[in-house]
């Protein structure tokens, strides 16, 4: 007797072996993509890791995109320890100099890499002005001088591009830089003068140079500035270093990078109505925070996108690495690079 549900089973099973078949033949390199992709021009933004500003987590992420993407174009980071991290996960896989790495900040680690020709070059800050003139221009609005605000209240402090051809330059400046601070934190602290505080989003050697301008500027200035990291990089912890702040006696300037402006703006009000409050790093335009002091972010993503297409003429695809995109700095970065990945004109 003839078997009807018999030969539908055969039918589908046939279907289906067919089917995988195929997609064997085809490949399916692009169904890989996770939803997140971004197509920018030539070049493909698989996604953008987060790490909460973990060194371990970082690392973590980079060895996963190996192993998930191996034959990826190039690995950016917009946090000064994401190159770093990607490099050790190249090395541990004998993949140095073969993935573009291109880079944010100044780490030691991202200088050597370039010396070493397994890092393309970096977009640097200057952290040790963003130290010096955060305390230089709290100085001058506690004792009521006029400080030229432009119309967007940002205070640019200018990025740089360094490659294999001005990294040792660079580098020993950078060295001259952390011994000025070293000199002005062994010489005694001013014990009177206006009392500021500079609070930094998370621990890192980056801003061991802003700590450097801040010793210095102590010392020009005649006043005294405490340096604040809050140890777990969370923005509850740094709300707690500033509620600390404002009660103390005689403080009159704070300049912080806010880790999560949107959702700081209460406890940031709340510090400028009670001294002089700036933001340096990374901006919280919807807060009575005077003004923004730092480097143009949104124009040093686009700086690093410049980096991208040297690295790759042809197109390629792209992990992007930072440490949180609740980060105004952060979101900044990454829509510079995508923009100018997309040749999108600069806004007048």
Not at 37 to 43: D, E, H, P, V
Not at 51 to 75: F, H, S, V, W
Request: charged residues 25%; glycine residues 8%; aromatic residues 8%.
């Amino acid at each position: 007797m003839y078997n009807r549900s018999i030969d539908f089973r055969l039918s589908l099973l046939w279907t289906m072996s067919l089917y995988l078949i195929i997609s064997l033949f085809i490949g399916c390199s692009d169904s890989s993509l996770p939803d997140t992709a971004i197509t920018a021009g030539k070049y493909i933004i698989i996604d953008t890791r987060t790490d909460q500003g973990d060194r371990a987590t970082a690392k973590k992420n980079a060895e996963n995109t190996l192993k998930k993407y191996p034959d990826i174009d190039a690995m950016v980071g917009l946090w000064a320890y994401n190159v770093p991290q990607c490099l050790e996960a190249l090395k541990d896989v004998g993949k140095e100099g073969k993935i573009k790495l291109i880079s944010f900040d100044e780490d030691e680690l991202t200088l050597q890499g370039i010396k070493d020709g397994h890092v393309l070059g970096t977009v640097v800050q200057q952290p040790y002005e963003f130290g010096y003139q955060s305390v230089k221009y709290l100085k001058t609005l506690v004792e009521g001088e006029t400080v030229e605000i432009p119309d967007s209240k940002q205070l640019d402090i200018p990025t740089k591009v360094i490659k294999k051809d001005n990294v040792d330059d660079f580098w020993a400046n950078l060295k001259s830089l952390q011994q000025l601070g070293r000199t002005a934190q062994n010489t005694p602290r001013p014990t009177e003068g206006h009392y500021f505080a500079f609070v930094v989003n998370l621990p890192d050697p980056f801003w061991s140079y802003a700590r450097a301008g801040c010793y210095k500027a102590e010392q020009d200035f005649k006043v005294i500035c405490d340096f604040k990291i809050p140890h777990d990089g969370s923005s509850a912890e740094q709300n707690r270093i500033l509620e600390t702040l404002i009660q103390k006696e005689g403080l009159a300037g704070i300049a912080v990078s806010p880790l999560d402006p949107k959702n700081q703006t209460e406890i940031l009000n709340k510090v400028a109505a009670k001294v002089k409050l700036i933001c340096h790093d990374s901006d919280a335009p919807d807060s009575n925070r005077l003004f923004y002091l730092g480097t143009n972010n949104y124009s040093g993503g686009r700086q690093v996108g410049k980096l991208i297409k040297e690295a790759l003429p042809e197109g390629g695809e792209i992990m992007i690495f930072v440490g949180k995109m609740d980060v105004l700095n952060a979101q900044q970065r990454r829509q510079g690079v995508i923009d100018e990945l997309m040749d999108k004109p600069l806004s007048q």
